[in-house]
């Protein structure tokens, strides 16, 4: 292969890994204004990742409006100045799986060495799309009780879904193992309209539409359970499941489990005694 070669196909997978990390990217969108409710053009807006500390800047339009796109999900903070108003920051917040926020700020008039707070009063407002869908948090997924540390025993959480549909009866015979034992349906769908992505990356098996990678619930920061509307970067099927596995950050951390199956450890049956017959 030459040399010209190889750099038009590595441009050719960059750019095709764009619109598939969006999937998993959010977004933070607002407006700036004074006491009075006109717009504030020209002012300053910082947006800190608490984690890693990356800081990303822009400038509000002759609308005082700002945008943010395509932000790695994980906890924000959002700062907004102008000489001739006080600088207004933000209370920590969440940015989720493929989730647009709308944060309006309005600045006092005053000193830009001064500070405000901004006291966050009422859950963000994502009003900017119509998705249809619920997040799965990292909190439930390491917290609450698995049956096989299995996420996906978690999708029954999201509203309008769950896993007691029938199994695929040629996913088993064919392939056989736990994936064939997936049977999740979301709206009334069959289970073979379910689309499983990893980081944006498709991680659906096209013969069977199960998964074909499952991360470790401890590598899973959170997933969203999609069921309608969905934005451009999606298609195939009705059900998305888009899984974002965990991005770290500037402190150490890490997890210890142990994971025993043993049926010494089993509860009597309900019609035993203490004493085996």
Known sequence: MSVHRFWLVLCLVLFGMIPAMAQ???EVTGRV?????AVIPGASVALTNVNTNAVRNVVTTEAGAYTFPSIP??????RTELPGFKAAVSEP?????QQVLRLDMVLQVGQISETIEVAATADLLQAETATVGAVVENKIITELPLNGRTYLGLVAMSPN???????????????????????ISTGGQRIMFDYYTLDGVNNTDPNFNTYIVLPSIDAIQEFKVQTGVYPAEFGHQSTQINVL???GGNAYH?????FLRNDALDAQPYAFTSVHP
């Open 24 to 26: 998993t990217f959010g």
């Open 33 to 37: 204004t004074d006491p009075s409710g």
């Open 73 to 78: 999900p994980g906890f924000y903070r959002l």
């Open 93 to 97: 917040f969440e940015v989720q799986v």
């Open 161 to 183: 879904a769950n896993t007691l549909a029938p199994r695929a009866g040629q996913a088993a015979t064919r392939q056989g193992g736990d994936r064939a034992d997936q049977a």
């Open 245 to 247: 596995t965990k991005s």
């Open 254 to 258: 890490g997890s210890l489990f142990e």
